[in-house]
């Protein structure tokens, strides 16, 4: 399906002759506008941003290909322009467009202003794009480096889909009738394989794909059984990067779905980081893969990444924005605009309504809303945090405590969120005197998510931003040093030794947040035994976990039967007599408490007619539904799993 004739028609008539417009294309949600003179286009912004308004769609600029310049002429422009801060050029051909890395993040005005200058002098579209920080301590930067790779691999992968996608968002509507339901394939009273499908008459979206991880095999959502083939969906759409909420990901691109999935740019990044990782420590445990690298790959490919407040058809009766939601780097709140502003879905993801370290509050202003889906993780009545600022100080106590006693202290954390989170906490007291000068251990695929907290500085709190656009690095200090795991036990044994076995004092964070497996397993073996180290949990310890076993033991100042617990390290099992004693810290979730879900719900503009709740234990469910239905008197629902709900 070539473009609409009305579409073309309005191109042109917006855009004067001078710009030379030679084509004029759909591209997934995008119309595509090829000119010859692209000086003309820049000079004069004001025309495409009428475009725009006029249209109500995004629109791309590109040069025509007859007069792009040559590469070796556009790449000295470039680096004229911004000099050593280029790290890579990346050229994609089949797009006519030019993506520059960068060793340092620039303010977004600036960055803006060079794309504009390269454009109107080379012809090629140019995006302008922080890379790994060069003056941070050196971090791994593997995993960034594969995913740019791969972008470049698949390039005509995602051309072909987006021309297909083109003709799909934009085909007319069978039925003017609507109806709406959705229905909760995963993540509904329980925490876990978070999944929803939305279906209009015309269109079917999914949101978020998760596993919920057990003791004995991971539970995925129950898409088989909704009744829908892959070939129906329109997209696919991602809040964040956490496994309970992208772990089955890969799984519809195995079964051959082809279609797009929605993200944010950092929310990329991190997915690849999660499920290469997922791949890796199901094949050390000896477990079939789930899914292959290939398959990873496939869900790069075939990502469509969104700034916030970013409005984009996803299909032809529905408009997606996504909006901060405080919870992780790039974590977004859904907004759905069904059937020309007929009926608005909120859906939360996970999402934190209060200020932290590393984000602002989420979002919570709207143009419309009928139904807000939210989550329950801390919704039950005894799901009080304290504020952060006497978290912050309790941690910082302890550390200076067992410091002071000649000890170690391990905090075991999740490679996205809290540790960044910690870290910076931890950085700040040493620059400000409450902490002295102590080396930092980082272990594990902590490491690859720093770089990719400093590429996107926008997605930060604006406090954060600021101090990262000043030069600063936040989340890593002198103090801080990397550990790069050694490949043969043997080896691994020794690295972890000398760590622990040194005078010197230590902190060390290192995965798996629950102690459930991960480079933590290796330290906590060494320092069990120590009754001058400490252990501090700053996450939420789930069932079934070692985590959850230890929180128990000393928090009942039990011992465990026996006196051992048996800990899975590198070289194999080994037992450990528990005598080092840990510190809970609440406070640092990147979850709203039961008090910040209320205050969301009374804050939140306009009024909803209906709440669902999603993400959480049947029983805090329960107690948040009847607060909200007695004292906010809203209508609440709370589906099962495999549950329907017509909307319209
Ligand atoms: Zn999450």
Same mark, same amino acid.
């Given at each position: 399906m070539s473009?609409?004739?009305? /579409?073309?028609?309005? $191109?042109?008539? /917006?855009?004067?002759?001078?710009?030379? $417009? !030679?084509? $004029? *294309?759909y591209e997934g949600p995008s119309i595509v506008i090829f000119v010859a003179n692209p000086l003309f286009v820049v000079k004069h912004g004001e025309y495409v941003r009428t475009l725009a308004k006029t249209l109500k769609k995004r629109i791309i600029i590109r040069g025509d290909e007859s007069i792009r310049r040559g590469e070796e002429e556009v790449k000295s422009v470039i680096k004229s322009l911004l000099g050593d801060l280029v790290d890579q050029i990346y050229f994609f051909k089949l797009f006519g467009e030019v993506y520059v890395y960068l060793s340092k993040p620039l303010p977004e005005v600036e960055v803006r202003r060079i794309e504009r200058e390269v454009f109107a002098s080379t012809g090629w579209r140019t995006l302008i794009e922080a890379g790994v920080p060069k003056y941070s301590v050196k971090l791994s930067a593997s995993h960034i480096k594969e995913v740019r790779e791969f972008a470049h691999a698949t390039e005509a992968t995602k051309k072909e889909m987006l021309s297909m996608l083109g003709m799909r968002i934009h085909r007319d509507l069978a039925l003017k009738d609507f109806k709406i339901a959705v229905t909760t394939l995963g993540g509904a009273q329980e925490v +876990?394989?978070?999944?929803?499908?939305?279906?209009?008459? *015309?269109?079917? $979206? #999914?949101?978020d794909f998760g596993i919920k991880p057990t003791s004995t095999e991971d539970e995925l959502p129950l898409f088989h059984l909704a009744g829908v083939d892959l070939d129906e969906l329109d997209a696919v759409v991602v809040t964040h990067a956490h496994m309970d909420h992208i772990g089955s990901l890969p799984l519809l691109y195995k079964y051959g779905y082809r279609g797009p999935v929605y993200m944010t740019e950092p929310t990329k990044y991190l997915t690849y980081v999660l499920l290469t990782d997922y791949l890796q420590i199901r094949e050390r445990e000896g477990r079939p893969p789930l899914y292959s690298i290939q398959d990873v790959v496939d869900v790069l490919a075939h990502s469509i990444t969104l700034e916030y407040e970013e409005v984009t058809d996803i299909a032809?009766?529905?408009?997606? @924005?996504?909006?901060?939601?405080?919870?992780?780097? +790039?974590?977004?709140i859904v907004h759905l605009h069904i059937g020309n502003g007929l009926y608005n879905v909120v859906y939360t993801g996970d999402f934190k309504y209060g200020q932290t370290r590393l984000f602002d509050r989420a979002h919570n202003r709207f143009k419309r809303v009928e139904l807000l889906i939210m989550e329950s993780t801390y919704g039950g009545r005894d799901d009080v945090q304290p504020p952060r600022h006497e978290s912050e100080q309790k941690l910082i106590e302890v550390i200076r405590r067992t410091l002071n006693k000649g000890g170690k202290i391990l905090i075991p954390v999740f490679s996205t969120g809290r540790a960044q989170e910690i870290l910076a906490c931890i950085n700040d007291a040493i620059s400000e005197g409450g902490l002295p000068k102590i080396p930092i251990f980082i272990d594990g695929m902590v490491l690859q998510t720093l770089n990719i907290h400093m590429m996107f500085p926008s997605f930060l709190s604006k406090s954060m931003q600021e101090r990262i656009l000043n030069g600063e690095n936040p989340f890593v200090s002198d103090h801080t040093i990397p550990i790069e795991r050694a490949k043969r036990p043997e080896e691994r044994v020794e690295q972890v030794a000398q760590i622990i076995g040194s005078e010197k004092p230590a902190i060390i964070l290192t995965p798996h947040g629950m102690l459930n497996g991960g480079p933590i397993l290796d330290y906590f073996a060494h320092m069990a035994e120590d009754s001058k180290n400490l252990l501090v949990f700053v996450s939420y310890q789930a069932e079934g976990t070692l985590g959850r076993r230890i929180l128990d033991l000393t928090s009942q100042c039990r011992r465990p039967p026996? +006196?051992? #617990?048996? /800990?899975? !390290?590198?070289?194999g099992e080994t037992k450990v007599k528990l005598e080092m004693p840990c510190e809970h810290i609440p406070g640092f979730s990147g979850h709203s408490d039961r008090a910040q879900l209320l205050n969301y719900v009374k804050d939140? *503009?306009?009024?909803?007619?209906?709440?669902?709740?999603?993400?959480?234990?049947?029983?805090?469910? #329960?107690? #948040?539904?009847? @607060?909200?239905?007695l004292k906010h008197k809203v209508t609440t629902i709370s589906p099962k799993v495999l549950e329907t709900i017509r909307l319209v």
């Open positions: 473009i609409k004739e009305d /579409v073309r028609k309005a $191109v042109l008539s /917006v855009l004067p002759q001078e710009a030379k $417009v !030679t084509r $004029v *294309e +876990g394989r978070s999944a929803l499908l939305l279906r209009t008459q *015309e269109s079917t $979206v #999914l949101i032809p009766d529905i408009k997606l @924005t996504f909006y901060n939601a405080g919870h992780e780097l +790039g974590s977004s026996g +006196g051992e #617990l048996t /800990v899975r !390290t590198s070289i939140v *503009e306009p009024k909803p007619q209906k709440i669902m709740l999603v993400h959480g234990e049947p029983g805090k469910i #329960l107690s #948040l539904a009847i @607060t909200l239905e």
